[in-house]
């Protein structure tokens, strides 16, 4: 026979179970944070703070494009960047399946511009796709896509050199990425590349100037009018006239566009072999790319070396919407007494509480001391050692360094790896 004391006990716990349930169930979209909670840390607040999101293949999706980029905290209800001085990253494939690359391709310029008079930046990747629709291979071009560009003509000037899209894909496009997380020196920098890098690939160095300039010269030679008539219905036209054998390895099966060796390859432990062999290569942390999709999550390998970003967010796809987040500071170390232990910090359960008001735009500005010597050389067509003993004068001392990185969906958001440690500048 149960006690009184038990079966109120009992009754208490199942009254306790049933409210979790329902507070999670009910829990708002807008309980995913987009800024990862304060760093775990005695040491007080940061000094540098950079937030970088990444988002993968686009589609034609417009709404879902808008989506995941309100649900990172970049943009409002008005598609207006709010981002500050975020970075993002959109990992190539904004174009076919879907009907509206072309106000895609118009956000992300508008948005180009206003994060850049806010401090922040828009970097675009060069997708499989873009290369396709350049060259005129348009088989997944839907009929919808082409008559949002006016028809086949109007799509083909502007899609052409001295067109709007086409002068934009070559200023403001690349193949790859190298994005160094803060102006000072030895920043960990993370690599970005539609396909998967492949570290026999023949044109790997120097990273990322010899990819890119391959594909800036295939895409102008691709672009130079009169474009080739599209297939279909015309026949397949391969290739630009007077293309090398080098651009043609970059758009070989092989190359940065169309390999899914990272991806794809189930043996782990070759796959960790490539990724500690182009992290030395390229000098980067975390290689980063879309293009093979996972319909459920954004899928980190070898412990968040690697990163798959393309979760099929566009309804051509009906996967989810997802975006990588990732927060990296630079926190002074505080004196502390003789022999104090610091191995507390890795410990992962220490970053479970979040500080709503962490990231706001009002303490970021406090946050980002010396923001005049603060020059993010993420440009990737440029020298990629650059030479930050100049902007160092701005942080001197003992810092913890700190990157998180998260997988951000509409209502969760999940850890990938934290990274931490103690660094002088
Ligand atoms: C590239 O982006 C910059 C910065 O937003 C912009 O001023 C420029 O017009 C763009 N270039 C082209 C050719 O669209
Ligand atoms: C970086 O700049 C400093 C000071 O201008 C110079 O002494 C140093 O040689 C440079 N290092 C490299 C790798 O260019
Ligand atoms: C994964 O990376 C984190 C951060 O660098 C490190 O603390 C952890 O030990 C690594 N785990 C494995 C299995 O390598």
């Known amino acids: 026979m ?24 009910t829990a708002p979209k807008s309980e995913v944070k987009p800024h990862p909670p304060s760093p775990s840390t005695e040491n007080g607040e940061p000094v540098f703070r950079q937030r970088l999101v990444a988002v993968g293949d686009l589609h034609g999706d417009i709404q879902n494009a808008q989506k995941v980029l309100r649900m990172a905290g970049l943009i409002d209800s008005q598609a207006n960047w709010i981002g500050g001085q975020d970075i993002l990253v959109q990992t190539g494939d904004i174009v076919d399946r879907g009907a509206h690359a072309l106000d895609i391709y118009k956000l992300m310029q508008k948005l180009r511009g206003q994060a850049a008079g806010k401090g922040g930046r828009v970097l675009s990747i060069l997708g499989n796709h873009e290369i396709m629709n350049a060259i005129g291979d348009w088989r997944y071009v839907t ?10 003509k109007r799509r083909q000037e502007a899609l052409a050199k001295d067109g709007w899209l086409g002068a934009e894909w070559l200023a403001n496009y ?15 920098a993370l690599s970005f590349t539609h396909g998967s890098l492949r570290p026999s690939f023949p044109n790997l160095l120097p990273y990322p100037k010899k990819i890119n300039e ?15 008539p599209p297939y279909p219905p015309n026949p397949y036209s391969g290739l630009p006239k007077g293309h090398t054998r080098e651009e043609a390895e970059l758009y070989a099966e092989g190359g940065p566009l169309w390999w899914r060796g990272l991806a794809e390859r ?38 968040g070396s690697i990163i798959i970003i393309d979760t099929g967010i566009s309804s051509a ?17 505080k004196d502390r007494t003789e022999g104090k232990d610091t191995g507390h910090r890795q410990d992962p359960l220490m970053i479970a509480s979040f500080d709503p008001s962490y990231g706001t735009s009002a303490k970021k500005a406090d946050i980002v001391k ?4 603060r020059q993010i050389d993420a440009n990737e067509n440029e020298n990629e050692n650059t030479n930050a003993s100049a902007e160092t004068s701005a942080l001197k001392g003992r810092f ?26």
């Open 2 to 25: 149960p006690t009184r004391q038990a079966v109120i006990l009992v009754g208490v716990l199942a009254i306790a179970l049933l409210y979790l349930l329902i507070s999670n169930s």
């Open 143 to 152: 009929q919808d896509d082409i008559k949002e560009f006016g028809g086949t």
């Open 174 to 188: 690349s193949v790859t990425a190298k994005v160094p997380l803060s102006p000072y020196t030895h920043s960990p």
């Open 214 to 228: 391959l594909g800036y010269s295939l895409l102008s030679k691709a672009l130079t009018p009169p474009l080739v």
């Open 266 to 303: 189930e043996d782990e432990k070759q796959v960790c072999q490539w990724a500690e062999e182009l992290k030395t290569k390229l000098g980067v942390r975390r290689i980063i790319g879309g293009h093979t999709p996972n319909f459920e999550r954004i899928v980190s390998r070898c412990n």
């Open 317 to 333: 796809y009906g996967g989810v919407l997802s975006a990588l987040d990732i927060v990296y500071t630079l926190t002074p170390v």
């Open 370 to 373: 010396g923001e005049a010597e």
């Open 400 to 425: 913890i360094e700190r990157e998180e990185v998260h997988a951000i969906y509409e209502k969760r958001k999940k850890l990938i790896v934290v990274e931490e440690r103690e660094i002088s500048l």
